[in-house]
């Protein structure tokens, strides 16, 4: 079970690295095409992969509604590309983090069929709560400084 954690860690470490990478280009092509460039490096990386362990999907095994996937992750990648320079790391990830929370409430919901129980809200509240903290106090300080500027020229 350690691996699988590690493992998930370090793809965190990756998606933040590359949401950095991503917003820089972003900033000098532009958002879509700093997209395309993420998926087609991706691509290239990922055949060659592929290659060298002999194994190639075949495109039939794959159901039609699992080519969305494929799009929400393009959109992804510019989406963040646009506003990861524009909000900064810390709030543009904050924002992502809260969005996958409550969208993978949905999605247990639905695939379920259940409302979730009492204890798993609380816990995703307590995430929430503590993704938004970052930026609780951020605003603080902001209102610290700003009330230390406004002293500074009376």
């Known amino acids: 079970m350690l691996f ?3 493992l ?3 793809n965190g470490v990756l998606i933040g690295t590359s949401r950095a990478i991503n917003g820089q280009l972003g900033t000098r092509t532009g958002a879509f095409r700093a997209s395309v460039w993420n998926h087609a490096v991706g691509f290239a990386f990922l055949t060659a992969v592929m290659l060298v362990m002999g194994v190639w999907p075949q495109i039939t095994d794959v159901p039609a509604a699992a080519y969305a996937g494929g799009v929400f992750g393009a959109l992804f990648v510019a989406v963040n590309s646009h506003v990861f320079p524009r909000l900064g790391a810390m709030n543009a990830s904050v924002l992502v983090i809260s969005g996958q929370v409550l969208s993978a409430v ?3 919901c639905v ?3 259940t409302v979730p129980a009492p204890v798993r809200l609380a816990g995703v509240a307590l ?3 503590g993704l938004s903290l970052p930026r609780v106090s951020a605003s603080r300080a902001f209102a610290a400084a700003h009330a230390r500027l406004r002293r500074l020229h009376r």
């Open 4 to 6: 699988p954690i590690l």
């Open 8 to 10: 998930a860690l370090l």
């Open 111 to 113: 695939r379920q069929g």
């Open 106 to 108: 949905v999605i247990d």
């Open 127 to 129: 995430v929430l709560l």
